[in-house]
């Protein structure tokens, strides 16, 4: 098992910045890549940003490209979420994922096996 636990979410206004972090514990050495979705009210949970620890690869939604980053420190079990210049669409509940087999893709939900609890993060106009 693998317990995932975020944290950083809170309100900021739009242009803004906030740093989200995933801490991994448990059977951390069988994660292959972790990754960030969000679900904004009313809608399906959709995903943000991945990253695989063998070999830093970084991928992103349209939406969030050259906007949020992904990075990750394999000693600390941490993976981060840092997102600059906010918008109000960017509002919904931020979730941290693992993966723990390679798999074509790296956008479906199907794809992780386990799951944080999330963390809110809310862009005022």
């Known amino acids: 098992q693998v317990q995932l636990v975020e944290s950083g979410g809170g309100l900021v206004q739009a242009g803004g910045s906030l740093r989200l972090s995933c801490a991994a514990s448990?059977?951390?050495?069988?994660?292959?890549?972790m990754g960030w979705f969000r679900q904004a009210p009313g809608k399906e949970r959709e995903f943000v940003a991945s990253?695989?620890?063998?070999?830093?690869?970084?991928y992103y939604a349209d939406s969030v490209k050259g906007r949020f980053t992904i990075s990750g420190d394999n000693a600390k079990n941490t993976v981060y979420l840092q997102m600059n210049n906010l918008k109000p669409e960017d509002t919904a509940v931020y979730y941290c994922?693992?993966?723990?087999?390679?798999?074509?893709?790296?956008?479906?939900?199907?794809?992780?096996?386990?799951w944080g609890q999330g963390t809110q993060v809310t862009v005022s106009s």
């Open positions: 994922a693992a993966r723990t087999k390679y798999a074509s893709g790296y956008a479906g939900l199907g794809l992780y096996d386990y």
């Open positions: 448990g059977r951390t050495f069988s994660i292959y890549g």
């Open positions: 990253i695989t620890w063998s070999s830093s690869s970084t």
